[in-house]
């Protein structure tokens, strides 16, 4: 349960005592991914084809910044033809990569040519996808969903954006290019692996759930 949502119950008269919030955690890797070079600033978004993902908002920024970049989108879902449409509407046919859905593994493998990880959606709690992401040691644009400012609290790790501007959107995807072009982007990634590493574990997920069992045994 994020704080957001504990503020939501908390309007609906649950006790505070009631709750307890405790992060989502994955079990990260002992050794950071070695990247594979690669020709183009690439850009995947990892999440099912629905409207509340909205790549909708992503397709049309991802056309309005105008930077030469390569996105590619894994998942399925319901929205699959309204995107292929949309790609093909806005152009961007040779540059947007509709993949499919993909396993862990061969999301890993994509990992290893992606620089940035982007997430448009309307609504999340706390997106494992982002968590694989720093794992992966590969910066976040993210739109600002359950408790991103504690999983991204920091722009060193990457971008928070309002949901649904997309005049911020424009503007995070080029300055992001820009840190490309500088070479910024896999330090980015570093500092946010080590960030969510030693607060987003499963070391640290049990050891809060463990201490929430404690507190409701007092």
């Given at each position: 349960?994020?704080?957001?949502?504990?503020?939501?119950?908390?309007?609906?008269?649950?006790?505070?005592?009631?709750?307890?919030?405790i992060y989502n955690g994955i079990d990260f890797h002992s050794e950071?991914?070695?990247?594979?070079?690669?020709?183009?600033?690439?850009?995947?978004?990892?999440a099912r084809l629905h409207p509340v993902k909205d790549h909708k908002l992503l397709l049309n920024a991802f056309k309005a910044a105008d930077i030469p970049a390569v996105l590619?989108?894994?998942?399925?879902?319901?929205?699959?033809?309204?995107?292929?449409q949309q790609i093909a509407a806005l152009d961007l046919s040779d540059r947007v990569h509709l993949l499919g859905f993909k396993t862990q593994d061969e999301i890993r493998q994509l990992q290893a040519t992606t620089d940035m990880t982007v997430l448009t959606s309307q609504s999340e709690s706390f997106p494992l996808v982002l968590l694989?992401?720093?794992d992966a040691g590969i910066p976040v644009l993210t739109t600002d969903v359950g408790d991103m400012?504690?999983?991204v609290p920091s722009t060193d790790y990457g971008f928070v954006i309002p949901v649904g501007d997309q005049h911020a959107l424009v503007n995070a995807l080029q300055m992001a290019y820009k840190d490309y072009q500088a070479g910024i982007l896999p330090t980015m990634?570093?500092?946010?692996?080590?960030?969510?590493?030693?607060h987003f574990s499963?070391?640290?997920?049990?050891?809060?759930?463990?201490?929430?069992?404690?507190?409701?045994?007092?």
């Open positions: 349960m994020t704080k957001r949502f504990e503020q939501q119950l908390l309007t609906l008269g649950v006790k505070p005592q009631r709750m307890r919030v950071p991914m070695t990247p594979v070079a690669h020709d183009a600033f690439t850009l995947m978004i990892v590619n989108i894994v998942g399925d879902g319901p929205e699959m033809d309204h995107i292929k694989e992401s720093a400012q504690v999983m990634g570093a500092a946010f692996r080590a960030y969510a590493s030693e499963i070391k640290q997920l049990q050891t809060s759930v463990w201490a929430g069992y404690q507190q409701l045994l007092q």
